[in-house]
């Protein structure tokens, strides 16, 4: 098929620091490589781009934190993220990494060429200084309260729970994470663009130009930010882990990363087109290209302002035709933290959950967080796999299979003459096509991945209603035409399937022997064929498309979260303080005997009280105690206690109480009795 039109794809470069979770792939990575497998598929020249984003402060403060070089820490995460990537299908064109050669050549001639054509503003300015440390504090070394939330953990460069792009020097009560010490502002020379000279282009390309194509999230965000009114930004930053700023003065200074990171499409493009023998400049200069920038929501101030800006600037470059960021998912309930462990792993879920990727590509498709936040459960995995993947999609392929092979030993029936249910339902086939492009064309994966799933349902209906298994027995002919019909909707799910589930379609293409076929169909294909699979070819045998996912599986999974949530909560326990001192005689004050628990019931309209019977030795008294939502009165029945026994008696709901049961707690909030278990220890015995 000749090409249509050539396209320039980017995803987010992810940040190797971590490993790549659920968020990301949700975010970012399936919906671009949905829709660049789509344009492949549909005859468009794709050029899908990415790579591992090495520079900013995080990377050697995560290698201070694990004791190693900066080149250590990205070493390993971009093997690890690359991996991941492949592992789950995304087909990029070109995986690069900006600490390679080429980016620091490509980024820093960008950056010359914006200075030397005079449109950087060259300031001297105070930042934030850790006297402690001596040294100036990137963004990402500087923590303190939000000054748009409140936030009082946001970061210097953004806070992570508003989703507000800042400057270090924004924060309320700053505090520097390399010492702890209060920084102080200290002069220091940088390189800004001045982003409010590009209001006025802004405007029109974005507010004017896509109101009425680009996403509402990401159009509102856009206008938020230019109606506040730009301000120059600086694209250097005092840091020795980088590219060096390339310019006489700039010693000790590198490239900040959010200057160079997006130019990190640009030579990941030169690095491929020089691999594939090609011309990288028509996929970034050529006017006839479309650029489309895959990116999460806090990106888009970066690529829908501040990247354009330095392309304007630049003047040769095309600009972005779309920018389809999505919202953030979260985790049951909670948001996706790789700090706080609360993720789901890339490389961890396919241990766990072997060869089905398709899976999880599928689940996050369907819930995926394209205007808002969405979340991510484990029971909404499980439904989409047994209620849709299973009971749809591959009960289809399984049945069709199954009976072809039964009655004719896989070859492809001869149809006879089509009903008028047999033509009405390949009109119906033929329109899916065009009816997926629409959605994913639009960005609307979710949508689409909905549409795919209607083709198998489409099937279904029509073998249900048909019923060959019975048919079979009184009319072998009419049964001959309703498999055949089966087996062309088989075919098109194999091709239409490719974009959301490349791993389920390429095992169905093999049960189908689509490389046996003279000309495998394409996209297209699919409406304007008369026949996807001719009589006489002969499929293989059957297998599982899908397997059912067991409750006992996901209790595994719900099982590892909630330990992940008691050790955060368990880590993040603060201790308290000590009380202000007391005297000897103060302490000599309290009596404090051990007794016995010897009867216990709970106390009426009452979750949190047990009543109970303790022999404190001196005698038989009831104590009220708010222990009923971690103890049963069976299980304290006879324990050993310590009680505080002449503490002034209180009435609680009517039952006068004689003392206190002095207990502990555990870091995950579990109360503990203070009980001396030793044998020779008497109630009545006294505690000093």
Known sequence: MSTKGRYTITAALPYTNGPIHIGHLAGVYVPADIYSRYLRMTGNDVAFICGSDEHGAA??????KEGVSPQVIIDKYH??????????????????RTSAPIHHETASEFFKKLYEDGKFIEETSEQLYDPEAEQFLADRFVTGTCPKCGHE?????QCEKCGSSLNATDLINPKSTISGAKPILK?????????????DFLKEWVLVGHKKDWKTNVYGQIKSWIDDGLRPRAVTRDLDWGIPVPVDGAEGKVLYVWFDAPIGYISSTKEWAAREGKDWEPYWKDKDTKLVHFIGKDNIVFHCIIFPSMLKAEGSYILPENVPANEFLNLEGNKLSTSKNWAVWLHEYLEEFPNQQDV???ALTANAPETKDNDFTWKDFQARNNNELVAIFGNFINRVVVLTNKYYDGIVPTPDAL???DLQTLAELKAYPAVISSSIERYRFREASQELLNVARLGNKYLADAEPWKLIKTDEERTKTIMYIALQIASALATLSEPFLPFTSNKLKSILSHSNLDVESTWNDIAIKEVLLPAGHKIEKGELLFSKIEDTEIQTQLDKLE???????????????????????????????????IEAEKMPKAK????????????????VSGIAEHFSPEEVVGKKVTVLVNLAPRALRGVESEGMILMTETPEGKLVFLNPDENGVNPGAVVS
Do not use: C
């Open 153 to 157: 953990e946001a970061y210097g460069d």
């Open 419 to 421: 009903s008028k249910v």
């Open 360 to 362: 999880l590509r599928y």
């Open 563 to 597: 330990a992940t949530k008691k050790a955060n909560e368990a880590e993040n326990k603060t201790i308290e303080p000590q009380k202000d001192t007391t005297s000897f005689d103060d302490f000599s004050k309290m009596d404090i005997r051990i007794g016995t628990i």
């Open 59 to 64: 990377i050697p403060m995560r290698a201070k």
């Open 608 to 623: 949190k009280l047990l009543v109970l019977k303790v022999d404190t030795g001196i005698n038989v008294r009831t104590i």
């Open 79 to 96: 093997s690890i993220i690359k991996k991941s990537f492949q592992d789950f299908g995304i087909s990029f064109d070109n995986y690069s």
């Open 187 to 199: 002069e220091t020379k940088h390189w800004f663009l001045p982003l409010d000279q590009y209001e």
